[in-house]
DNA sequence: ATTTTTAGGTTGCAAAATGCAAGCGAACTG
DNA sequence: CAGTTCGCTTGCATTTTGCAACCTAAAAAT
């Protein structure tokens, strides 16, 4: 569990898998501008670690000028240990964060890393929780059959 | 989850955690020769983050010059993330993890966690996985609920 | 065909975190 | 009383981080 640690255990490798895994985002702008604000060379850097590490892969997108960044099989095998995550810091830690879809995520664990998965294998780019708190667009339907919309 | 990355998202913190849990270790000492070589300096600041954080407490040992580690109701809700964890990296880092007993512990996580939980609970300090060995001995097994240890 | 914008970085530098070895005070032990 | 164990702290060198500025290549706009 060390060796995970050299590779994962600092401030941002695991967010900026997350960012991928949960919110679908794939360049570097939309790392960079995630909100927690990783400086450009870090983010470079970690981009490459992860890479080396065998967690992400780089292919050029279709438009030729920008990068996209996709979660390796042994990436996106990290979902249950991430969903776990967000749920104990979600009772432990962000109080902003939605009360109601997390519990629903709680129950429905086994739902949510299917879905996740789906989105992954399929190269689904939308995110699995919508953007938290401005979002009026019913677009992205989550997790299991039973998912309705509770604002906070 | 950037709060709880805040906290935990370091190259020791976890591995300090995982150490409480799974191998029921207590003291500085105990830390420090857990073989990853943690310096104490660096290690007395991580204890105290994570106490300043909320994860563990620290009491004063029956003996009066040692000092007992222990996870809070928060620290030990980190079991479910660090079995994924554990597995994850058993899967996919650490090839000199003992592969029987992490697949019985990949098809028995609830009964992993209730023990998990009831040591924790007890205050048993007995190491959830013993040092690695063969994984055949069916005492060994910390699934089941079944058990006659008698600390305490 | 030039300019402008966008994307994905690199570089230099200061500040903070880390690793290492040594030492320190209090509590027990002989 | 001397010596050991325990949980640290201190000083110092090295490494990692954060910040801002800058760069190149390609697409888009003019």
Not at 31 to 59: K, Y
Not at 63 to 81: C, F, N, Q, V, W
Request: proline fraction near 5%; charged fraction near 30%.
């Amino acid at each position: 569990m060390s060796l995970s640690l050299d590779l994962l255990g600092d401030r941002w490798s695991l967010l900026i898998v997350r960012d991928m895994m949960v919110r679908g985002y794939r360049t570097f702008r939309e790392f960079q501008r995630s909100g927690e604000g990783i400086a450009t060379n870090i983010l470079a850097d970690r981009l490459h670690r992860l890479e080396a590490g065998g967690v992400v892969d780089r292919e050029a997108a279709e438009d030729g000028r920008s990068t996209h960044y996709r979660l390796t099989e042994k990436g996106i095998a990290l979902a249950p240990m991430l969903l776990e995550l967000l749920i104990w810091g979600a009772h432990h830690e962000d109080s902003d964060a939605p009360c109601a879809a997390i519990e629903q995520m709680e129950q429905n664990r086994a739902a949510v890393l299917a879905e996740t998965y789906r989105r992954w294998k399929e190269r689904d780019p939308a995110p699995l929780l919508p953007p938290f708190r401005s979002s009026t667009e019913p677009a992205a339907a989550p997790a299991a059959a039973s998912n309705r919309r509770t604002s906070k």
